[in-house]
């Protein structure tokens, strides 16, 4: 069966510090991945998304992710974190001919002043 | 253009009883989602529908039911309530079916049963 299991359910940095959030997806065929961000009491909001077209994504708000596939992973990362990331993160990924999102737990972003 | 809306917004009932809840897709968007969100068992997918059709279902039981409308509007129903149905519904749209349409969420229903 197809998993997301995400490294930490809590990371807390400085602000001003890397942002680093691991994620690594199982899938026998290409996936395709995604990572949202969920503030209290909203939705969820797309930061960015894997597709094939490019190993290195750029999203929105600074973020970033590699995909690598020798490693199974898609970690998330901002060079220097803001007050306003903190947040809970999830990863995501889709594969076949289907909307079917599966999740990883989530982190929970903390970011110290 | 207007998100994804959800209503309503929260939601108190007993156990036993049943409730509706409804999504409303961004314009244009024909494929609806929904996913349950438990501190337990995080997020997980309910069904999906396109076109009015349910295209895929996740492992629930049959008290959970769908349906989507021919404007794209979906609603999610669950019968006889059990205290572990409290959860935050959320309902995602995106323009077509399948994999790596991006997925735009609403709010989200939040549901408690006592």
């Known amino acids: 069966a197809q998993s997301v299991t995400q490294l930490g359910s809590h990371v807390s940095v400085s602000e001003g510090a890397l942002v680093l959030l691991r994620c690594n997806y199982s899938?026998?065929?290409?996936?395709?991945l995604f990572w949202y961000v969920q503030y209290p009491n909203q939705g969820l909001q797309l930061l960015l998304k894997?597709?094939?077209?490019?190993?290195l994504v750029k999203g929105i708000n600074g973020f970033e992710a590699e995909f690598k596939k020798s490693e199974t992973s898609f970690h998330l990362t901002k060079p220097s974190a803001h007050m306003s990331d903190a947040a809970e993160y999830f990863c995501?990924?889709?594969?076949?001919?289907?909307?079917?999102?599966?999740f990883g737990q989530g982190t929970t972003l903390q970011v110290k002043p | 253009k207007a998100g994804v809306t959800q209503t309503p917004r929260y939601l108190i009932k007993t156990r036993g009883q049943q409730v509706t809840l409804s999504c409303s897709p961004i314009?244009?968007?024909?494929?609806v989602s929904w996913y349950q969100q438990t501190p337990g068992q995080g997020l997980q997918f309910l069904f999906e529908?396109?076109?009015?059709?349910?295209?895929n279902k996740g492992n629930f039981p049959g008290r959970f039911s769908g349906r989507q409308f021919s404007n794209s509007r979906s609603e999610m129903n669950v019968s006889t309530l059990e205290l572990g149905d409290s959860a935050l519904y959320l309902c995602?749209?995106?323009?077509?079916?399948?994999?790596?349409?991006?997925?735009?969420f609403g709010p989200g229903t939040r549901l408690t049963v006592l």
């Open positions: 995602a749209s995106s323009l077509g079916q399948g994999n790596g349409n991006e997925q735009f």
């Open positions: 899938s026998s065929v290409p996936p395709y």
């Open positions: 894997y597709t094939s077209a490019a190993t």
């Open positions: 995501a990924q889709s594969s076949g001919n289907t909307g079917k999102l599966i």
């Open positions: 314009s244009g968007h024909r494929s």
């Open positions: 529908y396109f076109s009015e059709t349910q295209r």
